[in-house]
Every structure is written in C-alpha cells, then in structure tokens.
C-alpha cells in the first residue's frame, strides 16, 4: 500500500473562500486531537484520491508535523464532480480502527466472452484491524468463475490481523448467465 504525504495549512476562513483559492478544505480528527479545519492543495488531494482512492491512508505534513490519517470522507459536488470537502480522521500505524474497504472485480471481460455476468451485491466490507495491515482496497479477479460460483468474504484471503464484521459465507457476487436476446 502506498501511502501519499500531503502538505496541508490551517484554514482560518470559510469553506468557499478556501476553494476560490484553489485549496480543498478539510478537517482532522482523532483521538486526544480536536477537531481542525485544514486545507490541501487542489490538485495534490486530487492526484492522492485519484491513485490511491477515496478511502486511503495519507501522511499530512502540519505545521512542520506529520502525522498519519485515513480518509474518512470525501464530498464531491453532484452536478461539477469538483471535491468539495474531505474529512480525515488522524491514527497511530498501530491503532486498531473499524474501517470500509472498497471491493473491485476484474476479469468482468473475461465473463463477458463466456456469456456470463457479475451480479455484485456489495462493494465494499466493513473490518476492524491495525491501520498498517489494513489495504486501501481489495481486487477479486473473477475472469476464471463460471456460471452460479459465488464470491465471498473467505475468498478475499485478508490477513488473519484483519477480522471482517460479516461471517465469511457473506456473499459479495454471484457469477450469472447473461440473457440474450
């Protein structure tokens, strides 16, 4: 997992103001830590979002402090697609938190030349584990499934450090004909 350092700046103004000059503000939290309005650079918080995803650990270099979050949440606005705001809850590596992971399936192409399908029932998973072994995402290659082969929880293989809120039988896709026409 690669982790982003961001440099970010205290933000004493309003949200939009910050925007018009072309930051994306922010706030941390943590443990132990209030509440802070921060701001990053547009197109830094941008590129880190875009390679690592929306739910990624970053490095936030602070008033000559780096400390290490997790994207918590990122608001974008609905009709312009710009990142309005990102919430960042600040973590010690070995801190043991509950989390979301994004689930991407490749191999869809390969399912496709089959006549087959993915019905995907849920996108991400919910975990608890240290930060440090927890990845941004997880890919399931699904190109060698065949038809009514499920994808569970058990076939992500996470790390035995990581413990997953649902039984591992939870279904997260199911292989499935395509109709034709």
Not at 161 to 181: C, E, F
């Amino acid at each position: 997992m690669s982790i982003a350092t961001l440099n970010a700046s205290i933000r004493n103004g309003k949200a939009k103001k910050s925007r018009k000059e072309g930051f994306v503000p922010a706030v941390v939290y943590g443990k132990g830590v209030p509440s802070t309005p921060i701001q990053f650079h547009n197109k830094d918080i941008i590129k880190a979002i875009k390679e690592n995803g929306s739910r990624t650990t970053v490095k936030i270099k602070l008033d000559a402090e780096t400390k290490v979050g997790i994207v918590k949440d990122v608001h974008v606005d609905p009709v312009t697609s710009e990142m309005q705001h990102v919430d960042i809850q600040l973590v010690d590596r070995d801190e043991i938190v509950n989390w979301e992971i994004p689930i991407t399936f490749s191999g869809r192409e390969q399912l496709k030349l089959k006549r087959l399908f993915l019905e995907t029932n849920l996108s991400q998973i919910k975990v608890t584990g240290k930060v440090s072994d927890i990845p941004d995402f997880i890919n399931v290659d699904v190109g060698e499934k065949n038809a009514n082969e499920d994808i569970t929880i058990a076939d992500l293989n996470l790390d035995s450090s990581i413990k997953s809120s649902r039984p591992l039988d939870t279904i997260l896709a199911v292989v499935k004909y395509a109709v034709s026409n």
